[in-house]
């Protein structure tokens, strides 16, 4: 998945891509959903899980990795580059750390168990509106 994903990057706008990515995770999200009230038998409900999962939402993730690494190299200029990595690093490291008190949080709310975390992609969603698009510009 990584190696056809550095092809499918490599020659596509990266707002684009990003954008796409968010849509099949979204999808991959909207599916297991739509799964869990239609099919009743558990055992074909984990196999379709499974299956939703690995294809469109880890996929939509390889993806999303490496349009991040690549947008972030050509939006940032290199003086600044080293440490906006780092920030970056350290935010999803901290969402990672708090991942399992947001679940506990949206269980005493009584909302769906990841719908905190969720959160969290639309909101890179809503602060991927604001960025520039790098792909074929001229870096100065």
């Known amino acids: 998945c ?10 596509n706008p ?12 979204t999808l ?6 739509l799964f869990k ?28 990795y490496i349009v991040v690494y690549a947008y972030g190299s050509e939006l940032f200029p290199t003086s600044i580059r ?11 490291r901290m969402i990672g750390l708090t991942s399992s008190e947001l679940i506990d949080l949206a269980k005493e709310w009584e909302l769906p168990s990841m719908t905190l975390c969720a959160s969290t992609s639309l909101i890179g969603a809503v602060a ?9 510009v001229k870096m100065v």
Request: hydrophobic content about 55%.
């Open 82 to 92: 080293g440490t906006a990595f780092g920030l970056s690093v350290t935010m999803a």
């Open 28 to 33: 991959g999200g909207g599916l297991l959903i």
């Open 37 to 64: 009230i239609i099919i009743t038998d558990e055992g074909i409900e984990k196999w379709v899980e499974t299956i939703v999962t690995c294809a469109l939402i880890k996929g939509g993730l390889s993806i999303a």
């Open 2 to 11: 990584y190696i056809v994903s550095l092809f499918i990057v490599a020659g």
């Open 128 to 136: 991927l509106i604001f960025l520039r698009e790098t792909h074929n």
């Open 14 to 25: 990266r707002k684009k891509m990003m954008w796409i990515c968010f849509a099949l995770m």
